[in-house]
């Protein structure tokens, strides 16, 4: 997910978010409507990039949050045409309430309201892909699967005083779900813990999110938000992890999984 747009160097957003996709600035990743695109420079199967740059001032370059595409783009059309439901992602759920996504890993877990009705659509994908209902593209079988899609991937991509961004089955920034959809809710970055989808520009949100560790006004306009975690300390903990050139955990942060369910 696969997020500085938050990513330094490549999203991250996220963001780069950080994100090796865009999170903000080049870290994490935008939102991924359409199946990615094969991309030489950010395909899955291309070296590392670079060591991303520091952020002047704390404030991310525009690849901070950045996604980039997976390695391998699919080879059949999504089975779903893009067209994924909240109704279809909680399906089965029980309860009314607002949905919630607790984010299991290694070093504690993240409680996160999802707002499903500023951001109806990311979070249909975002819920169906945790659950095992929205179909994603798996590069090492070449076809389309229905399963957990975060079990077992990591937060690639952290940065102190920015976010921490995950959600890349390849777990080097590189990966996503084989389809991207628009972005939604993309203003109001102005407090931690919130969920953001990483991307590689405008409407291209996919797998990779990241969650902020402190307010990111400038990212305002081009991650979408569709959560609210808690606690905050456990992303100032992941941030404070021994990391590598690329803002990398040494140690893996791995996402065990993402259980949905409904206060």
């Known amino acids: 997910m696969h997020t500085d747009r938050l990513q330094r ?28 695109r094969s991309a030489p420079t950010p395909a899955p199967a291309a070296p590392a990039p670079p060591a991303p740059a520091a952020p002047a001032a704390g404030r991310p370059r525009s690849r901070d949050l950045t996604v980039t595409p997976a390695h391998a783009d699919p080879t ?23 949905l919630v996504a607790t984010i ?6 993240f409680a996160c309201e999802l707002l499903s009705r500023e951001a109806p659509v990311t979070v249909a ?3 169906g892909l945790a659950r095992g209902l929205r179909d994603f593209w798996d ?7 229905r399963r957990p899609f975060y079990d077992g991937s990591i937060f690639h991509r952290v940065i102190p005083d920015f976010m921490i961004q995950g959600g890349d089955i390849l777990r080097s920034g590189m990966g996503g779900p084989g389809f991207e959809f628009a972005d939604e809710n993309v203003q109001g970055h102005n407090a931690p813990g ?6 590689h520009g405008p409407n291209t949100n996919g797998g990779q999110f990241f969650i902020t560790e402190v ?17 905050a300390d456990l ?14 955990p040494i140690e893996a942060v791995v996402i065990d999984h993402i259980r949905i369910s409904r206060r």
């Open 9 to 36: 160097p490549l999203l991250a957003l996220a963001l780069t978010a950080g994100c090796n996709l865009t999170a903000p600035a080049e870290p994490a990743f935008r939102p991924v409507a359409t199946p990615p």
């Open 139 to 145: 590069p090492t079988a070449g076809r389309w699967v």
């Open 235 to 248: 992303v100032r903990r992941i941030t404070a992890v021994e990391r590598d050139p690329r803002d990398m």
């Open 215 to 231: 307010a990111k006004p400038h990212l305002d306009g081009s991650y979408s938000i569709f959560g609210r975690c808690t606690p």
């Open 104 to 109: 299991e890993t290694r070093m504690g877990n």
């Open 125 to 127: 994908n975002f819920v």
């Open 76 to 98: 059949e059309p999504d089975p779903l045409r893009g067209r994924f439901t909240l109704e279809q992602a909680t399906a089965g759920l029980p309860g009314t309430g607002a």
């Open 194 to 199: 919130l969920l953001c989808m990483a991307n």
